[in-house]
Structures are given as structure tokens and as C-alpha cells.
């Protein structure tokens, strides 16, 4: 019976051990770089996430894409409601918006929970919106992180870059493209193969969550003016 026990222990390990390997793989420093490299792809969702070694950093670059089925209102007023990042955003666990500059503009503040053993990151971040116009037609989000802008905040450690642009491109009437490039410093004392995981496994985590919120009717049969202005 313990003999049994032992091999049904060791067959159930093996995917366990299998997908140890391919992390391990992942973070190896042989990695090419300066080159995309595919990490995810879930042809179901249809998301494809990737992720660079950039030249002279220990620190990856990450890029996803996702289709959305959903038209573009409806995807803004999802990323518009920065309140709500808790419930799709990857390892959030606070996030409010903090001034709204103007309607093409933002500020927004956010708690990360860090791997264990790591103190708990805050960010601040700005959101700019480029609209979409009749000559270009695609919403561009850029998010910079403004350390400064508020005070630190014991106990956590603020984030030295939380850097990324988004785009969402229509496509027809009830799906958009949306497509997404940039990085994180967490900043403090942060090892790199911890930064470089979450580099990897926190865009797809995003598009999961919101596939999940574009299916909300708090978006879906929403009437209210967007609180932004993504088209012109």
C-alpha cells in the first residue's frame, strides 16, 4: 500500500516538475536578447504574451496581445474605472484614482502584492489618452509612474517604474485589438528572477480579467458618457 502510495505521489509530480523546468528555463540567462521571445499562448482566449532580455539589464520588457470581444466603448470604460483594477488587475490590491487632470488625462494610485518574503509594492501612475481620430484609428494609453507625487507610505515599498503603453484598435464593430508593451522597476531590493516572473505571468493575467469585465453588464448596458474621451 505505501508502495502505491510513493508512485501515485511521483506520477502526480511530474507536470509539477515539468512546468518547474520550463520557468527555470525561462529565466536562464542564455535567453536571446534584444528579441521578442513567445511565453504564452492561449489560442482559446486568444492572447499572446511575450517578453525580451534587453541589452545590458537584468530586467525584462513584456508585450501582449489580446482580441477582445467586445467593441472599444466598452473596453474604455473598463480601463476608465481605475476603482475596479482590483478585481482584474494582476496582484492588486488597492487602486483609486487620485485627480482626474482632464479628459484625456489621469492620475491613479495602486498597492501590488509582492512574492512572499518581499515587501508589498504602491505605484502612482499617470494616464495619458491619445484618441482615436479619423486619421488614426486606434486609442493609445500611456502610463507613467511619478514616484513623487505622493508621500511613501509605510509599510510598502514604491515602485520606481510601472511603464507601459496600451493600444486598442477596432476590430468591425464588437471586437477590439488590444496591444500592450512596456516594463516594471519595483524598485527597493528586488531579485531579478522575482521581477522578471511577474513580467511574464501579470499581462496575461490582465487579459484573463478583463475578458472576464468586458462581460459585465456594468459595462455591457452601460448609458452613462464615458468619464474620458478615447475617440474624436
Known sequence: MLKKLCLSLMIASVPTVALAERDLDDFRAEAARNEWRLSKNNKLHQIKVYVKNEEGQNIRSFRVEAMLNAP???????????????????????????????DKEFIFYMVHDAPIGMPDR?????????????????????MVSIPDYIPSRAPFVRMTAENYVIKFTPQGKDKTLLESEGFIDPGGVSPSWAINYIQGKGPYTNMMGMQRMINLPLYRDAKTPLPFTFSE
Open 72 to 102: 472599444l466603448e466598452v473596453v474604455a470604460r473598463v480601463q476608465s474605472d481605475v476603482d475596479n483594477y482590483v478585481r482584474w488587475y494582476f496582484a492588486t490590491l488597492e487602486a483609486k484614482l487620485l485627480k482626474k487632470v482632464s
Open 122 to 142: 504602491d505605484v502612482v501612475l499617470k494616464a495619458t489618452i491619445e484618441p482615436m481620430t479619423a486619421k488614426k484609428p486606434f486609442v493609445v494609453i500611456k
